[in-house]
């Protein structure tokens, strides 16, 4: 790096009375600024650079700030980054916590007025709303997740796969079951287990994967509500499911929005500290 | 002491956004043009002049592949730009802290 003297161009040019732009008064009359119309537009540290004189720069946009400015300048665009290129954990855990709340409801009210199995339709209520939490995880995923490559994405296409291949072998599973002459009571014990337990682990893995807090206590959470349900059996297994494991789902989305919050709270504090 | 050196490559906003960008992606992770000009606000012709500047650093990897018969540019921070980055991050902390 050049040694001409100057002061690192990161200090603050307003507090030597230079304009704010950072321009400095006394620019070398020697440097090698291509006639691109914008000369009074650089910034002095690249003066020492080789000009190519072919950017066409957008006016400022190549100017340094002081340090404060480009460290807030620094923390914006990671968290523009974060938001552009990973996974919303409230809006996922929001979308959840509606489907579990209100489908495992429906099966509740259905199953107390049939004492016992719930109907037909209080199940495809549920698939639905299952279904459609899992369409809505699939496109947030996938559209956050494109145009990144490498190491993530495939640690991202194993985990994903990961939940593919097990809900397939539950499905497996129960089929052998109910092939084997497992009751109705059976069946609904075993199906809602069986699924709740793999969610569980894989939020714990996510959790452990991405050193994500919130995810693996919400693994750890669902997997001791369907432990209990299983105890509890159906129909009130299903309202034990509703409000413990939809609302843990809410909470951990409601725990999520305030972290959030408080992240860009801290940031824009940042940027006013720089730009006052 | 003397204050540390900003590093002229990337002491200019949109280089240090460029850089600060791909520097949040996982390391061995690379992005594709668009997606890199979505997160930077910026125009194709721009971004392209700086990331040449930052290729002619050796701080950024520029690849050019095929995503089935279109062509694709993958860029990704190399582990120079890495540590030019976290050098760069340091010495503005320390600049503010002598400030203070």
């Known amino acids: ?276 | 002491m003397s204050e540390p050196e900003l590093d002229p490559v990337i002491h200019a906003q949109a280089r240090l956004k460029v850089v600060a960008t791909l520097a949040s992606l996982g390391a061995g992770d690379r992005i594709s043009f668009p997606k890199l000009q979505k997160l930077l606000d910026m125009t194709a012709g721009n971004l392209s002049t700086h990331l040449r500047k930052l290729e002619e650093a050796e701080y950024v990897s520029v690849e050019k592949t095929f995503e089935g018969r279109s062509p694709a540019t993958f860029i990704a921070l190399t582990s120079r730009g890495r540590y030019a980055f976290e050098s760069y991050t340091a010495a503005l902390k320390s600049l503010l802290k002598g400030a203070q």
């Not at chain 1, 790096?1 to 030597?16: E, F, L, Q, Y």
């Open chain 1, 1 to 276: 790096m050049g040694s001409n003297g100057r002061r690192p161009d990161g200090m603050d040019p307003r507090a030597n009375g230079e304009p704010a732009n950072g321009e400095p008064a006394d620019r070398e009359p020697a440097n090698r600024e291509p006639a691109n119309g914008e000369p009074a537009n650089r910034e002095p540290a690249a003066d020492r650079e080789e000009r190519d004189g072919e950017d066409a720069l957008g006016a400022g946009e190549d100017l340094p700030g002081d340090p404060a400015e480009m460290l807030a300048l620094i923390r914006s665009q990671q968290d523009t980054v974060r938001k552009g290129t990973e996974p919303s954990g409230p809006l996922l855990f929001g979308a959840w916590g509606v489907a579990w709340l209100a489908g495992y409801l429906v099966l509740y009210v259905s199953g107390t007025q049939e004492r016992g199995l719930p109907a037909g339709w209080a199940f495809a209520v549920f698939g639905l709303l299952l279904v459609s939490a899992m369409v809505f995880t699939g496109v947030h995923i996938g559209r956050r997740a494109v145009g990144v490559r490498g190491a993530s994405a495939a640690v991202g296409a194993m985990y994903g796969w990961s939940w593919a291949v097990c809900f397939a072998v539950v499905f497996l599973i129960l089929s052998g079951v109910a092939r084997a002459g497992a009751s109705d009571e059976v069946m609904q014990i075993l199906s809602n287990s069986l699924s709740c337990l793999v969610v569980a682990a894989l939020y714990m893995a996510g959790g452990a994967l991405w050193r994500e807090w919130r995810m693996f206590a919400l693994g750890v959470w669902i997997a001791l509500v369907a432990g209990g349900a299983a105890l509890l059996g159906p129909p009130s297994s299903y309202l034990l499911m509703a409000v413990a494991g939809g609302g843990g789902f809410l909470l951990g989305a409601a725990a999520g929005l305030v972290v959030d919050r408080r992240r860009s709270r801290a940031a824009a504090e940042t940027a006013t500290v720089a730009a006052p």
